[in-house]
């Protein structure tokens, strides 16, 4: 059994045909969660699980860069390039309350966290604001998790120059609430920081998501080298979908099903067996996310 615990089978890339690719992906007694971006995707993730009985879950949250207004994210689905405009959305503690008490398959809360890729695109001297939004919605979810017991998944990027000074202010941020004695859990979803980054999230207790990124050919020896230094026990395995199509299949639409070939490469890295990931990374996501499978 294998779950991805991150995917987007709610953004347009999968508007013709969802229905089709979650049930081929449930027919090998898998499992997925289907992760919101800002109200309306939240929405959409929280339909989907509720669709099928058992295997398909959701989570809400908006994305750090929703919080940014007239902000665009340039992605390659099925080889194209193509623009998304992102709808500036102000983080609303109300609204998100209601959508996980609207369904008991609504497992965690995000994507949330701080995406500093396109500040670069304003002045500097907005940054600081910027800063503060993400900052300031981030906290509000910390505080919503902890009210309603859910854990957290955790986006991070930074610019395009400075990769890991976001990773920096995560920690800073998670940190420091943990601290003030709030109770925190989650993953730090698609984790793309450094070796010392890696372990530091790992002594707060966090799960690192390893993506296909893991599996490319080129420019993907630091993360393998983080994958094989992680303890099997706190990896999360994912495709984010429809991003990041592992190899065999890059440059194409990534699907839930491509999971698979994160776990061999785990497996590959760590020199054990495909089954020992499958059955390490189902466990923590089921401890994780608390679902019954």
Same mark, same amino acid.
């Given at each position: ?53 058992? $295997? ?22 099925? $080889? ?112 793309? $920081? ?14 690192? $998501? ?84």
């Amino acid at each position: 059994m294998l779950i991805d615990s991150h995917c987007h089978l709610n953004f347009i890339s999968f508007k013709e045909d969802a229905d089709r690719v979650i049930s081929d992906f449930l027919a090998d007694n898998n499992a997925l969660i289907v992760v919101g971006s800002q109200d309306t995707s939240s929405v959409r993730s929280i339909e989907y699980a509720e669709k099928h009985p058992s $295997g398909v879950y959701a989570s809400v949250g908006l994305h750090p860069i929703q919080l940014i207004d007239e902000s665009e994210e340039v992605f390659f689905v099925d $080889g194209q390039s193509q623009t998304f405009k992102n709808r500036q959305e102000d983080f609303d503690r109300d609204k998100y309350r209601q959508m996980v008490l609207s369904s008991k398959k609504v497992v965690a809360l995000g994507e949330i966290g701080l995406d500093y890729f396109y500040f670069d695109k304003f002045d500097k001297a907005k940054w600081p604001e910027f800063k503060k939004i993400q900052t300031e919605a981030l906290v509000g979810f910390i505080d919503l998790g902890e009210e309603l017991d859910k854990p957290l998944i955790l986006h991070c990027r930074g610019t395009k120059d400075d990769s890991y000074t976001a990773y920096d202010d995560l920690y800073f941020i998670l940190k420091t609430q943990i601290q003030l004695g709030k109770k925190i859990r989650g993953v730090i979803h698609c984790f793309g $920081g450094n070796e010392r980054q890696a372990k530091e999230f790992l002594e707060l207790g966090f799960y690192l $998501g390893f993506t296909g990124i893991i599996t490319f050919k080129r420019k993907a020896e630091e993360m393998q080298a983080i994958a094989k230094a992680t303890p099997l026990s706190k990896m999360l395995i994912e495709t984010d979908a429809p991003f990041l199509s592992p190899e065999p299949h890059r440059g194409e639409r990534c699907l839930p099903q491509y999971v698979e070939f994160v776990a061999k490469k785990i497996a590959e890295l760590k020199t054990i067996s495909y089954e020992e990931v499958a059955d390490a990374t189902t466990e923590n996501a089921k401890k994780l996310f608390d679902f019954p499978l």
